[in-house]
Protein backbone atom coordinates (compact mmCIF):
# COMPACT_ATOMS: atom_id res chain seq x y z
CA UNK A 1 0.00 0.00 0.00
CA UNK A 2 2.52 2.51 0.99
CA UNK A 3 4.18 1.43 -2.89
CA UNK A 4 1.11 2.56 -4.34
CA UNK A 5 1.04 5.85 -2.84
CA UNK A 6 4.06 6.66 -3.89
CA UNK A 7 3.07 5.78 -7.20
CA UNK A 8 0.06 7.47 -7.40
CA UNK A 9 2.27 10.26 -6.02
CA UNK A 10 4.63 10.70 -8.33
CA UNK A 11 5.36 14.03 -9.99
CA UNK A 12 4.61 14.37 -13.19
CA UNK A 13 7.00 14.93 -16.24
CA UNK A 14 6.66 18.71 -16.70
CA UNK A 15 7.22 18.69 -13.06
CA UNK A 16 10.89 16.74 -12.99
CA UNK A 17 11.88 18.42 -16.05
CA UNK A 18 11.24 21.68 -14.15
CA UNK A 19 13.28 20.74 -10.98
CA UNK A 20 15.85 19.11 -13.12
CA UNK A 21 16.85 21.39 -15.65
CA UNK A 22 15.98 24.91 -13.82
CA UNK A 23 16.75 24.74 -10.59
CA UNK A 24 19.68 26.55 -11.47
CA UNK A 25 19.54 30.05 -10.09
CA UNK A 26 21.97 31.35 -12.15
CA UNK A 27 20.25 29.97 -14.95
CA UNK A 28 17.09 31.42 -13.89
CA UNK A 29 18.59 34.75 -13.58
CA UNK A 30 20.29 34.87 -17.17
CA UNK A 31 17.17 34.05 -18.36
CA UNK A 32 14.77 36.52 -16.74
CA UNK A 33 17.56 39.50 -17.82
CA UNK A 34 17.57 38.08 -21.38
CA UNK A 35 13.76 38.19 -21.19
CA UNK A 36 13.38 41.63 -20.06
CA UNK A 37 16.21 42.63 -22.71
CA UNK A 38 14.40 41.21 -25.81
CA UNK A 39 10.86 43.16 -24.16
CA UNK A 40 12.51 46.27 -24.20
CA UNK A 41 13.90 45.77 -27.48
CA UNK A 42 10.34 44.53 -28.80
CA UNK A 43 8.16 46.85 -27.14
CA UNK A 44 10.20 49.84 -25.39
CA UNK A 45 9.64 52.31 -28.71
CA UNK A 46 6.17 51.98 -28.97
CA UNK A 47 6.20 52.62 -24.96
CA UNK A 48 8.76 55.16 -25.05
CA UNK A 49 8.20 56.78 -28.39
CA UNK A 50 11.41 59.06 -28.28
CA UNK A 51 13.84 60.20 -30.75
CA UNK A 52 17.45 58.68 -29.29
CA UNK A 53 18.91 61.55 -31.74
CA UNK A 54 17.03 64.81 -30.93
CA UNK A 55 17.90 67.28 -28.26
CA UNK A 56 15.04 67.28 -26.41
CA UNK A 57 16.69 69.50 -22.68
CA UNK A 58 19.42 70.85 -21.40
CA UNK A 59 22.99 68.89 -21.32
CA UNK A 60 23.98 67.05 -18.69
CA UNK A 61 20.72 66.75 -16.81
CA UNK A 62 21.02 64.21 -13.94
CA UNK A 63 18.74 61.31 -13.98
CA UNK A 64 15.63 61.99 -12.64
CA UNK A 65 12.20 64.24 -12.98
CA UNK A 66 11.32 64.24 -16.80
CA UNK A 67 14.46 62.44 -17.99
CA UNK A 68 14.52 59.60 -16.04
CA UNK A 69 18.08 58.54 -16.50
CA UNK A 70 19.68 61.97 -17.92
CA UNK A 71 20.66 63.75 -20.92
CA UNK A 72 24.10 63.66 -22.42
CA UNK A 73 26.57 66.26 -24.03
CA UNK A 74 23.97 67.00 -26.38
CA UNK A 75 20.93 67.16 -24.48
CA UNK A 76 20.10 63.90 -25.41
CA UNK A 77 17.41 61.15 -23.32
CA UNK A 78 20.14 58.47 -22.50
CA UNK A 79 16.80 56.76 -21.66
CA UNK A 80 15.66 56.62 -25.34
CA UNK A 81 19.41 55.86 -26.46
CA UNK A 82 19.21 52.97 -24.34
CA UNK A 83 16.15 51.52 -25.36
CA UNK A 84 16.73 52.01 -29.18
CA UNK A 85 20.57 50.55 -28.43
CA UNK A 86 18.52 47.53 -27.16
CA UNK A 87 17.54 46.65 -30.91
CA UNK A 88 20.64 47.17 -32.34
CA UNK A 89 22.65 45.24 -30.38
CA UNK A 90 20.38 42.40 -30.45
CA UNK A 91 19.97 42.90 -34.35
CA UNK A 92 24.12 42.87 -34.65
CA UNK A 93 24.27 39.97 -32.24
CA UNK A 94 22.35 37.77 -33.40
CA UNK A 95 22.84 38.19 -36.96
CA UNK A 96 26.03 38.20 -36.27
CA UNK A 97 26.19 34.77 -34.73
CA UNK A 98 24.03 33.83 -37.78
CA UNK A 99 26.29 33.76 -39.81
CA UNK A 100 29.25 33.18 -37.69
CA UNK A 101 27.44 29.94 -37.11
CA UNK A 102 26.92 29.33 -40.74
CA UNK A 103 30.26 30.07 -41.86
CA UNK A 104 31.93 27.76 -39.10
CA UNK A 105 29.64 24.77 -40.04
CA UNK A 106 30.60 25.21 -43.86
CA UNK A 107 34.17 24.66 -42.96
CA UNK A 108 34.09 22.56 -40.07
CA UNK A 109 30.91 19.75 -41.53
CA UNK A 110 33.07 19.77 -45.20
CA UNK A 111 36.38 18.81 -43.12
CA UNK A 112 35.21 16.77 -40.59
CA UNK A 113 33.35 14.55 -43.26
CA UNK A 114 35.59 14.44 -45.98
CA UNK A 115 39.08 14.45 -44.32
CA UNK A 116 42.19 14.16 -46.26
CA UNK A 117 43.13 16.81 -48.68
CA UNK A 118 39.41 18.95 -48.21
CA UNK A 119 40.21 18.98 -44.36
CA UNK A 120 43.89 19.88 -44.92
CA UNK A 121 42.90 22.91 -47.36
CA UNK A 122 40.23 23.84 -44.88
CA UNK A 123 41.62 23.89 -41.87
CA UNK A 124 44.78 25.73 -43.27
CA UNK A 125 41.99 28.29 -44.31
CA UNK A 126 40.61 28.45 -40.71
CA UNK A 127 44.15 28.86 -38.96
CA UNK A 128 45.18 31.55 -40.94
CA UNK A 129 41.67 33.85 -39.72
CA UNK A 130 42.65 32.02 -36.22
CA UNK A 131 46.37 33.50 -36.21
CA UNK A 132 45.12 36.74 -36.49
CA UNK A 133 43.78 38.72 -33.71
CA UNK A 134 39.47 38.91 -34.12
CA UNK A 135 39.16 42.22 -32.85
CA UNK A 136 41.84 43.71 -34.95
CA UNK A 137 39.95 41.84 -38.23
CA UNK A 138 37.05 43.12 -37.43
CA UNK A 139 38.43 47.13 -37.06
CA UNK A 140 40.40 46.78 -40.21
CA UNK A 141 37.02 45.07 -42.37
CA UNK A 142 34.90 47.86 -40.95
CA UNK A 143 37.90 50.55 -41.64
CA UNK A 144 38.37 49.89 -45.21
CA UNK A 145 34.92 49.74 -45.95
CA UNK A 146 31.80 52.21 -44.84
CA UNK A 147 31.12 51.40 -41.15
CA UNK A 148 27.31 50.79 -41.57
CA UNK A 149 25.43 48.05 -39.47
CA UNK A 150 25.70 45.74 -42.39
CA UNK A 151 29.75 46.36 -42.50
CA UNK A 152 30.11 45.33 -38.56
CA UNK A 153 28.22 42.36 -38.87
CA UNK A 154 30.03 41.03 -42.25
CA UNK A 155 33.18 42.09 -39.95
CA UNK A 156 32.28 40.39 -36.97
CA UNK A 157 31.21 37.18 -38.72
CA UNK A 158 34.55 36.42 -40.59
CA UNK A 159 36.22 37.27 -37.80
CA UNK A 160 34.68 34.84 -35.02
CA UNK A 161 33.86 32.06 -36.70
CA UNK A 162 37.27 29.55 -36.12
CA UNK A 163 36.02 28.31 -33.40
CA UNK A 164 32.86 27.20 -34.13
CA UNK A 165 34.75 25.53 -37.48
CA UNK A 166 36.89 23.63 -34.86
CA UNK A 167 34.19 22.54 -32.42
CA UNK A 168 32.29 21.05 -35.43
CA UNK A 169 35.13 19.18 -37.05
CA UNK A 170 35.45 17.27 -34.12
CA UNK A 171 31.85 16.00 -33.52
CA UNK A 172 32.08 15.30 -37.34
CA UNK A 173 35.11 13.11 -37.11
CA UNK A 174 33.16 11.29 -34.30
CA UNK A 175 30.07 10.79 -35.58
CA UNK A 176 30.85 9.62 -39.30
CA UNK A 177 32.24 5.84 -38.21
CA UNK A 178 28.64 5.88 -35.97
CA UNK A 179 26.48 2.83 -37.49
CA UNK A 180 23.69 4.87 -38.52
CA UNK A 181 26.40 6.75 -41.29
CA UNK A 182 27.69 3.80 -42.26
CA UNK A 183 24.06 2.36 -42.87
CA UNK A 184 23.06 5.60 -44.97
CA UNK A 185 26.04 5.17 -46.73
CA UNK A 186 25.31 1.44 -47.77
CA UNK A 187 22.15 2.24 -48.68
CA UNK A 188 23.02 4.59 -50.95
CA UNK A 189 22.82 8.34 -49.78
CA UNK A 190 24.27 10.94 -51.11
CA UNK A 191 27.41 12.98 -49.32
CA UNK A 192 25.00 16.13 -48.54
CA UNK A 193 22.10 14.75 -47.56
CA UNK A 194 23.90 12.39 -44.86
CA UNK A 195 25.73 15.76 -43.79
CA UNK A 196 22.12 17.39 -43.76
CA UNK A 197 20.06 14.50 -42.15
CA UNK A 198 22.43 12.24 -40.32
CA UNK A 199 25.46 13.97 -38.79
CA UNK A 200 25.07 17.58 -38.46
CA UNK A 201 21.40 17.03 -36.03
CA UNK A 202 23.59 14.94 -33.78
CA UNK A 203 26.46 17.37 -33.84
CA UNK A 204 23.88 20.55 -33.12
CA UNK A 205 23.91 20.30 -29.56
CA UNK A 206 27.62 21.87 -28.90
CA UNK A 207 26.54 24.35 -31.67
CA UNK A 208 23.82 25.87 -29.95
CA UNK A 209 25.41 26.20 -26.74
CA UNK A 210 28.26 28.02 -29.05
CA UNK A 211 25.39 30.03 -31.20
CA UNK A 212 24.25 31.34 -27.60
CA UNK A 213 28.14 32.45 -26.52
CA UNK A 214 28.47 33.85 -30.13
CA UNK A 215 25.73 36.51 -29.57
CA UNK A 216 27.32 38.01 -25.93
CA UNK A 217 30.78 37.96 -27.95
CA UNK A 218 29.51 39.63 -31.05
CA UNK A 219 27.52 42.40 -28.85
CA UNK A 220 30.52 43.06 -27.44
CA UNK A 221 32.66 43.31 -30.65
CA UNK A 222 29.77 46.12 -31.93
CA UNK A 223 30.09 47.96 -28.15
CA UNK A 224 34.04 48.02 -29.03
CA UNK A 225 33.81 49.54 -32.60
CA UNK A 226 31.56 51.80 -31.94
CA UNK A 227 33.74 53.06 -28.92
CA UNK A 228 36.38 53.31 -31.48
CA UNK A 229 34.32 55.41 -33.56
CA UNK A 230 33.65 52.63 -36.18
CA UNK A 231 30.66 52.01 -35.93
CA UNK A 232 27.30 53.62 -37.93
CA UNK A 233 26.90 56.64 -36.65
CA UNK A 234 23.32 56.71 -37.98
CA UNK A 235 22.63 54.12 -35.82
CA UNK A 236 22.16 54.41 -31.71
CA UNK A 237 23.67 51.63 -29.72
CA UNK A 238 25.40 50.86 -26.41
CA UNK A 239 28.88 51.18 -27.62
CA UNK A 240 28.00 54.27 -29.50
CA UNK A 241 26.51 56.21 -26.36
CA UNK A 242 29.77 55.04 -24.26
CA UNK A 243 32.28 56.32 -26.83
CA UNK A 244 30.31 59.64 -27.84
CA UNK A 245 30.04 60.49 -24.02
CA UNK A 246 33.59 58.72 -22.60
CA UNK A 247 35.22 62.69 -22.92
CA UNK A 248 32.52 63.92 -20.23
CA UNK A 249 32.26 61.68 -17.98
CA UNK A 250 32.91 63.63 -14.84
CA UNK A 251 30.34 65.93 -16.13
CA UNK A 252 27.47 63.15 -17.20
CA UNK A 253 28.52 59.73 -15.46
CA UNK A 254 25.29 58.83 -16.54
CA UNK A 255 25.37 58.58 -19.76
CA UNK A 256 28.80 56.32 -19.74
CA UNK A 257 27.23 54.01 -16.48
CA UNK A 258 24.02 53.03 -17.95
CA UNK A 259 24.66 51.73 -21.72
CA UNK A 260 27.49 50.17 -20.22
CA UNK A 261 25.64 48.52 -17.44
CA UNK A 262 22.96 47.37 -20.10
CA UNK A 263 25.79 45.77 -22.41
CA UNK A 264 27.34 44.05 -18.98
CA UNK A 265 23.88 42.50 -17.94
CA UNK A 266 23.02 41.61 -21.62
CA UNK A 267 26.05 39.81 -22.08
CA UNK A 268 26.56 38.35 -18.48
CA UNK A 269 22.71 36.84 -19.25
CA UNK A 270 23.47 35.10 -22.52
CA UNK A 271 26.69 33.58 -20.57
CA UNK A 272 24.59 32.45 -17.92
CA UNK A 273 22.01 31.14 -20.57
CA UNK A 274 24.79 29.52 -22.52
CA UNK A 275 26.27 27.24 -19.18
CA UNK A 276 22.30 26.57 -18.71
CA UNK A 277 22.56 25.20 -22.26
CA UNK A 278 26.20 23.14 -21.56
CA UNK A 279 24.59 21.49 -18.91
CA UNK A 280 20.76 20.51 -20.66
CA UNK A 281 22.84 19.40 -23.74
CA UNK A 282 25.51 17.49 -22.36
CA UNK A 283 24.82 13.56 -21.12
CA UNK A 284 27.17 13.56 -18.48
CA UNK A 285 25.50 16.60 -16.99
CA UNK A 286 23.38 15.26 -13.51
CA UNK A 287 20.65 17.50 -14.53
CA UNK A 288 20.58 15.19 -17.93
CA UNK A 289 17.27 13.50 -18.41
CA UNK A 290 18.09 10.07 -19.70
CA UNK A 291 15.76 7.99 -21.72
Same mark, same amino acid.
Given at each position: ?????????????L??????????????????IL?????????????????P??????????????????????????L? #? /??? *???????? %????? &?? $?M?I #? /??? *???????? %????? &?? $??????F????S??????????????????I???????????????????????E???????????????????????P??L?????????????????????????L??????????M?????V???????????????I????????L?G???????????K?????
Amino acid at each position: MPALERETTRPTPLVLFWRRHFKNKAALLGLVILTLVLLTSLIGPFLYAVNPFEMLGRKFLAPGGKFFLGTDYLGRDVLA #G /IIQ *GSRTSLLV %GFTAA &AM $MMTI #G /IFF *GALAGYFG %GMVEE &AL $MRVTEFFQVIPSFLLAMVVVALFQPTLGTIIVAISISTWTGTARILRAEFLSLRERDFVTAAKALGSRSLRIILREILPNALPPMIVNASLGVGVAILFEAGLSFLGLGDPNVMSWGFMIGSSRVYLRQAWWAVTFPGLAIFFTVLSLSLVGDWLNDFFNPKSKGRIRG
